[in-house]
Structure formats: structure tokens, C-alpha cells
């Protein structure tokens, strides 16, 4: 039996008089691919900033790996190995790809001032050990060529994919991504999803996504929630969702389009 590693229950999130979350939840086994899928509006980016801890929820819990992070701080989820990407690029774009990505590992770092000064003994053992680890995720990520490249001069593609490797230098446990394929043409995208895929089922990471492509969807998730209008109308494996009338009409609209990505990918 799985694991659960994110247990998240009935979340209620407010902006003025809107609800952008109606008792939401959701629950995450450990090493799955989880998606969330809904229409604009749904909620989707709403709950996954409340895992991230960027929102507070009025009401609800959110537990990782048997610990309360209702109210506890970005950092502190951090710590406990969530990370995530960004719908929108959040690249510090006068940095090289190679400094974008050490950012994720200021987390693991325990700062000394005086080693840190003179550059010294752990303080230059850490940088080192940094370093290699990044030179990992870049030989992993095929990022070799842009290595020295500004990111503000690379190509959208290229810039999710540095999103992605920063996020991995955090060495999370739970990697939260939000529209990762957003903007990407068809041979990017395949491109991401052999790296989502290679994320989660070789390194072991727990990925919980927001995709709008939904053969992307259908071909990479095991587990897929659907969200409208800040509740939960509709969760199961691919197929599930596939044939789930609720969805057809509040979703999709169009009888039969998830049944033709079903056949699509077999």
C-alpha cells in the first residue's frame, strides 16, 4: 500500500468576497505523479500556493509526511522538501544558467560569516559539493551549451527548463510544478515530459503538476484531480476521468475529447 506524503483537506481560501478554494483536497502517495486539471479559474494555482505556503488558507489542514505546514512558512516547507516552479518565469535574468540554478541550494547552506569571508575549510567544501550537484542537473537536463548564458538571452523553452533545474537543486521530495509546457512548442513539450518523467519515476521525486495540454496530462499522470470553480468535482486515474460525465460538462464540453487522448496515446 502507497504511502501518503501530501495530505491536503478541505481548503477554503478567500480574496475579498471571491472563493478561490471551496473545501478542497487532495491526497498525494509518495513517489506518484499527481495532476490538477480545470478550467481557468478553477483554483488550480490558488492550491498549489497554499501547499507552497505563498497563500494561507481560512480554513483546512496541509500535512507532509505526517507533519502540520498549515501555518508554517515557505521556508520552513522548503525545508521539509517541497519546492516548485512558477506559471509564470520568476529567473533572475542577469545571472548565468549555471548561478540561477545554485539559488536553489541557498536552502541546504548554513552560512558561517567568517568561513563564509575567507572563503575556507566547510565553507568552500559546501560550494564545491554545490557546484557538482548543479553540474548534475545540467548534465541531466541537457542544458551543457547554456551553461554560461545569461538566462534573460535564452529562448522561453530553455528558460522552463532552468526554472526546473532550480527547483531540483533543492533536492526536494515534492516537486509542485505549475503549467510547465505553458508556451512550449510540440518538440519542447516532449522534451519536458521525458524530464518530468525521468524526475520522478528514476530520481524518485513526487511531482504534483497543473498542465492545460491534456494529452500531456493523460500520458504522464497516474492520479488526476479536477478542480471548478474551487472545488473538487472529480478525481481518479486517467481513464476515470476520462469517462466522468461531471467532468464532460464542466470541463471539456465537448463529448469524447478525453476518450480521443486515451486512444491518442495507446
Known sequence: MATTL???RNLV???G??????????????GALVSIIGPNGAG?????????????PREGSISFDGHDLTHKSPAMRASHGISR????????????????????????????VFLDGVFWGPSRRREIEARAEVEE????????????????????GQQKKIELARALAMKPRLLLLDE??????????EDMAKYILYVNRVMGVTIVMIEHDMKVVMDLSEHI???????????GTPDDISSNAEVQRSYLGEPGMFETMVEARA
Not at 542537473?137 to 522561453?156: F, N, W
Open 6 to 8: 501530501l495530505d491536503v
Open 13 to 15: 481560501l478567500s480574496f
Open 17 to 30: 468576497g471571491v472563493k478561490a478554494l471551496r473545501n478542497a483536497s487532495i491526497t498525494v502517495s509518495a
Open 44 to 56: 488550480k494555482t490558488s492550491l498549489l500556493n497554499c501547499i507552497s505556503g505563498r497563500y494561507r
Open 85 to 112: 516552479t512558477f506559471q509564470n518565469l520568476a529567473l533572475f535574468k542577469h545571472l548565468d544558467v549555471i548561478d540561477n540554478i545554485l539559488v536553489g541550494r541557498h536552502r541546504r547552506f548554513k552560512p558561517n
Open 137 to 156: 542537473i545540467i548534465d541531466i537536463l541537457e542544458l551543457q551549451p547554456l551553461r554560461h548564458r545569461p538566462a534573460g538571452t535564452l529562448a522561453y
Open 180 to 189: 510547465p509546457m505553458a508556451g512550449m512548442t510540440l518538440t519542447e513539450k
Open 225 to 235: 484531480t479536477v478542480l471548478s470553480f474551487g472545488s473538487v468535482i472529480a478525481e
